[in-house]
T-cell receptor, first 114, second 113 residues
Framework: GEQVEQRPPHLSVREGDSAVITCTYT??????FFWYKQEPGASLQLLMK?????EINEGQGFTVLLNKKDKRLSLNLTAAHPGDSAAYFC?????????????FGKGTSLTVIP | EAAVTQSPRNKVAVTGGKVTLSCNQT?????MYWYRQDTGHGLRLIHY???????EKGDIPDGYKASRPSQENFSLILELATPSQTSVYFC????????????FGPGTRLTVL
């Protein structure tokens, strides 16, 4: 089955610095990619989803890059602020009917130091 | 707006006791999921369901049962709770079609003494 590896498990940056979290996956049939954010004591909230081949998606203060050739997904926070301190999880899903098979990375705990 | 709710939010149980965690969704999604989250393991899938009346084993089903009596409700049952089942449990719902995101409930913190 799919194997998703997320790095680093812990990341500490200063306010205004960039932060990069990377996930690699193994199943070439994986087609849908997601980033979730989990603030302390809270649930998982969808940050962004990416569907197609090599693609850059930009959100509010972050960029998601997908490289299907290298089977690599990355989340780049361009100028981190303390409100970004949270756990981040990538999720990978293959196109399928019926069961929506999500595979999660083990998460990255990000701390932004003021 | 999509909504997944869980009850109870916190639960303390004794070893050997029965625990039922409940989940309700108003998204009209076919699929529902139970995960547990532990430090160092991320999210692990326990059971899932395609719709009312169906339950399927996930990656770590041992010690757990599930019940899906209706489209909206999905329960996780620990018949004989053990301390190793102390964890945070999340319910999620998702569209049947691939590529759709999962929506998560607020979580239940379970402590088994």
């Amino acid at each position: 089955g799919e194997q998703v590896e997320q790095r680093p498990p812990h990341l500490s940056v200063r306010e205004g610095d960039s932060a990069v979290i990377t996930c690699t996956y193994t199943d070439p049939n994986s087609y849908y990619f997601f980033w979730y954010k989990q603030e302390p004591g809270a649930s998982l909230q969808l940050l962004m989803k990416v569907f197609s081949s090599t693609e850059i998606n930009e959100g509010q203060g972050f960029t998601v890059l997908l490289n299907k050739k290298d089977k690599r997904l990355s989340l780049n926070l361009t100028a981190a602020h303390p409100g970004d301190s949270a756990a981040y999880f990538c999720a990978v899903s293959a196109e399928n009917t019926g069961y929506q098979n999500f595979y999660f990375g083990k998460g990255t705990s990000l701390t932004v130091i003021p | 707006e999509a909504a997944v709710t869980q009850s109870p939010r916190n639960k303390v149980a004794v070893t050997g006791g029965k625990v039922t965690l409940s989940c309700n969704q108003t998204n009209n999604h076919n699929n529902m999921y139970w995960y547990r989250q532990d430090t160092g393991h991320g999210l692990r899938l326990i059971h899932y369901s395609y719709g009312a009346g169906s339950t399927e084993k996930g990656d770590i089903p041992d010690g757990y049962k599930a019940s899906r009596p209706s489209q909206e409700n999905f329960s996780l049952i620990l018949e004989l709770a053990t301390p190793s089942q102390t964890s945070v449990y999340f319910c999620a719902s998702g569209d049947r079609l691939g590529g759709r995101e999962q929506y998560f409930g607020p979580g239940t913190r379970l402590t088994v003494l």
